[in-house]
């Protein structure tokens, strides 16, 4: 069984601070994760993911996530926020054995002000 | 490729009416999966393909609904006697065997409205 928690519905920065989105998992195998961005009416589009190599993986639009097996967790991170950041942004576990389908979290909308 | 395409984008039916949507995945991708998502949740899985073969389903997938997949083509999911709770977006998702190295490629979705 594989499940994510997203703390926080909803996160507000300025344009120019740093982005945190927060990502616990829990898996019974060694998990894969990933992290998704959806934009408005869109379908979900991937950020980046961790597969077991660098704990610090770096995704597209300058986000990166690092993986803790010591906190279970998986959070999001960028240094600088953009207007174009506001969006949708959902966490993801799967597992390594099995059919490799993949568990959301709720979601976490990021707010992106002026 | 360009991507995987899902019809129609939105649909909106009368109560006990069925409806049927389309997906076409990246062809080279062997598995195709199925998700719903409501307004203030993440996507919950539905079921899942490995090229022909439907191999699991969730326990959210009721009587009404079904999936296919025939060919191991594209994949179709129907709604029968629809009800004002299954109003959700639909999503679809390819990926080739080992998803968690390529990733799992979502479309667009379709958006379903029941009234």
């Known amino acids: 069984a594989q499940s994510v928690t997203q703390l926080g519905s909803h996160v507000s920065v300025s344009e120019g601070a740093l982005v945190l989105l927060r990502c616990n998992y829990s898996s019974s195998v060694p998990p894969y994760l990933f992290w998704y961005v959806q934009y408005p009416n869109q379908g979900l589009q991937l950020l980046l993911k961790?597969?077991?190599?660098?704990?610090l993986v770096k995704g597209i639009n300058g986000f990166e996530a690092e993986f803790k097996k010591s906190e279970t967790s998986f959070h999001l991170t960028k240094p600088s926020a953009h207007m174009r950041d506001a969006a949708e942004y959902f966490c993801?576990?799967?597992?390594?054995?099995?059919?490799?389908?993949?568990?959301f979290g709720k979601g976490t909308m990021l707010l992106v002000s002026p | 490729d360009t991507g995987v395409s899902q019809n129609p984008r939105h649909k909106i039916t009368k109560r006990g009416q069925n409806v049927t949507f389309r997906c076409d995945p990246i062809?080279?991708?062997?598995?195709l999966y199925w998700y719903r998502q409501t307004l203030g949740q993440g996507p919950e899985f539905l079921t899942y393909?490995?090229?022909?073969?439907?191999?699991?389903k969730s326990r959210l997938l009721s009587d009404r609904f079904s999936a296919e997949r025939p060919k191991g083509s594209f994949s179709t999911l129907e709604i029968q006697r629809t009800e004002q709770g299954d109003s959700a977006m639909y999503l679809c998702?390819?990926?080739?065997?080992?998803?968690?190295?390529?990733?799992?490629?979502f479309g667009s979705g379709t958006r379903l409205t029941v009234v």
């Open positions: 062809s080279e991708h062997n598995r």
């Open positions: 993801a576990v799967s597992d390594r054995e099995g059919y490799s389908t993949l568990t």
């Open positions: 998702a390819s990926s080739s065997n080992r998803g968690w190295i390529g990733g799992y490629t």
């Open positions: 393909f490995q090229n022909e073969a439907q191999l699991e």
């Open positions: 961790y597969t077991s190599a660098a704990t």
